[in-house]
């Protein structure tokens, strides 16, 4: 960690990194920025500035050239454990119970930690989600099966294809092509009652709803940038799965 003769370059990274991990593990932007100015306050730098996009983190104290830095944020995920970490290190930080050295390191713990859910219980989660929403959704108990098998395949090959191919409207494309292909498929097969319902329930798991919310959040915060781009972001997932279901509704 590289330490400016008079500490600023070291508080600029600690803010960095927290804000990188907050906004790389789903977090608003508006909270992204609140805690980066939070921390540097708390180590004695009032004045400082930070702007965050969904893309990027441009932070600086006291407007200062030398301590400005560009941060390029490039792939996002979602961890809320993180962020709620790191929120109790800026909680820490403030009540004065952390040193700049001791918080960088477990920042450092928390970015390099691997905190997710394991690959086989995100497709167990998905598929009882899926089934469980078909009765929610006022289906039939009949419908429960289909969803499940057709929403965890999705899951399944929205995972798949997104490791071979990392573009996400295309993984999320073919992921709800093949559940709309095996909600068919299924109710064919007389496995359930109501295709309609099979169908949106097995596509719940692909739905952006939590960058729904972060977008409403942010341009309720007045976050007009952030806010609009994480809306257009979901608006493309939203097309991307209702294209797929078109697509094999025109099919059949």
Known sequence: MHVHPNGNVEITQICLLAGKIMLASGAETYRVEDTMMRIADAYGYENSHSYVTPTGIIFAINGAVSTTRLFRIATRSTDLQKVTLVNDISRAITRGELAPEEA???LKRIDSANLAYPVWLQI???????????IMFRGTWPDFLPALIAGGVGFVSYIYVHRLIPIKFFAEFM??????LLSYFCYQAGLGNELDKIIISAVMPLV??????????????GHLVSGLSKGAEAFLTAFAIGAGIAFVMSIY
Do not use: E, H
């Not at 992921?175 to 709309?180: K, L």
């Not at 952006?208 to 915060?221: F, K």
């Open 175 to 180: 992921a709800a092509t093949i559940t709309g």
């Open 208 to 221: 952006p709803g939590l960058v729904i919310t972060n977008a409403v959040r942010d341009l309720m915060a």
């Open 124 to 134: 167990a989660a998905a598929a009882i989600s899926s089934g469980c929403f078909a």
């Open 104 to 106: 960088y390191k477990k």
